[in-house]
T-cell receptor, first 115, second 115 residues
């Protein structure tokens, strides 16, 4: 069974601080996505990474896919209260026998940014 | 607004009731998904429909019965549920369920409580 482990589970920081959250697996993924979910809403896609070692930037958010395509990180610079939410990583793979479009989700990192 | 709507947003039902959850997508997508999101567990994929055909059923109990009359609508029929079925039920859609790394657009979810 493929698992995606996210850490930390909870993170509470002050506005302006930097942070990194991690998504790790013992399995290889063909692609990996990061979503943000706010209370009372469904997850919203932030980025998809496909190539090992790939780095993508979205304003103050930097996403990296590990060289071996087993792990990923999300770094937020100068966090703002609007960044508060549940950050989910999701991997897509054809190795486990399901449709290669299906996603496996981690449990998420719950981020709280205090003003 | 992601283009995926779900009704009702909240539902409380007894174990002997029968109810249905509805999902509609206005994105012209061909794949639709049902997920279950429980506290302390990762998002669990329940069912996948690709071009109105069910392509995935992740060992979901028969008290959950999906229906996909067309590529824009997806239902989840519920009967004789258990209290442990209480969760947030999320619907999602994507352009094509077989595409690697396809972006999934989520609805806001139905918060279900089974008494």
């Amino acid at each position: 069974t493929q698992l995606l482990e996210q850490s930390p589970q909870f993170l509470s920081i002050q506005e302006g601080e930097n942070l990194t959250v991690y998504c790790n697996s013992s399995s290889v993924f063909s692609s990996l996505q990061w979503y943000r979910q706010e209370p009372g809403e469904g997850p919203v896609l932030l980025v998809t990474v496909v190539t090992g070692g790939e780095v993508k930037k979205l304003k103050r958010l930097t996403f990296q896919f590990g060289d071996a395509r087993k792990d990923s990180s999300l770094h937020i610079t100068a966090a703002q209260p609007g960044d508060t939410g549940l950050y989910l990583c999701a991997g897509s793979s054809h190795y486990y026998g399901g449709s290669q479009g299906n996603l496996i989700f981690g449990k998420g990192t719950k981020l709280s940014v205090k003003p | 607004e992601t283009g995926v709507t779900q009704t009702p947003r909240h539902l409380v039902m007894g174990m002997t009731n029968k109810k249905s959850l509805k999902c509609e997508q206005h994105l012209g997508h061909n794949a639709m998904y049902w997920y279950k999101q429980s506290a302390k567990k990762p998002l669990e994929l329940m069912f996948v429909y690709n071009f109105k055909e069910q392509t995935e059923n992740n060992s979901v109990p028969s008290r959950f019965s999906p229906e996909c009359p067309n590529s824009s609508h997806l239902f989840l029929h519920l009967h004789t549920l258990q209290p442990e079925d209480s969760a947030l039920y999320l619907c999602a859609s994507s352009q094509d369920g077989a595409d690697l790394g396809n972006e999934q657009f989520f609805g806001p979810g139905t918060r279900l409580t089974v008494l």
